[in-house]
């Protein structure tokens, strides 16, 4: 897998200060997508130990409040196999922090149905995230005024809560993770 970029400092992607990684690959190709050189597989720098572990340490400040997986896209098969154990690395090492990924594929029907990808590694990584927006970015659905997505048709689900209930249960600003 190769990754774009990694923000050390991030307070775009969720609540609070973040480490946020942008993955490499996306197929879903959304018109006005604001990473559109993610799409590619190939872009960016191989994710090696070496900057999992760097991860980690910009980690460690009290300051932060979590990380993100931002894209591209997390959930491309591709990149299951390199996020999964990564996740359930940097979660057995941080568990008081939040945990958010941006995908633009759907929870009910790609990531649960085990459609996409190996079904056990999707299971692995819903395992390690508290928060999930999913949905495609939809130009004509963009609205400045959301908090943390892009579009109207992108949910914000609190993905431990939705496990258990076995429903989906939307995340909102009063919700601290």
């Known amino acids: 897998m190769n990754y774009a970029k990694i923000k050390w400092t991030d307070i775009s992607n969720g609540p609070g200060v973040r480490v946020s990684l942008y ?3 996306c197929r879903n190709h959304c018109k006005g997508c604001f990473n559109p050189e993610t799409w590619d597989f190939g872009y960016g720098q191989p994710f090696t ?5 760097s991860i980690i340490e910009g980690m460690r400040p009290d300051y932060i409040k979590g990380f993100t997986l931002v894209g591209g896209d997390p959930f491309e098969p591709e990149n299951q196999k390199a996020l999964a154990p990564f996740l359930k690395r940097l979660r057995a090492e941080y568990p008081e922090k939040s945990f ?3 995908t633009g594929y ?24 508290d928060v999930l927006v999913d ?43």
């Open 23 to 25: 993955v490499s690959g």
């Open 100 to 102: 958010w990924c941006f």
């Open 106 to 129: 759907d929870y009910e029907k790609d990531l649960l149905t085990g459609k996409l990808g190996d079904a056990d590694l999707v299971a692995d990584m819903l395992s390690c995230l």
């Open 49 to 53: 130990r070496e900057v999992e572990d």
């Open 135 to 177: 949905g495609r970015f939809v130009e004509e659905l963009k609205d400045l005024n959301l908090k943390f997505k892009g579009s109207s048709n992108q949910r914000t689900i609190l993905v431990q809560e939705s496990l258990k209930t076995d429903e989906v249960v939307l995340w909102d600003e009063e919700t601290v993770v």
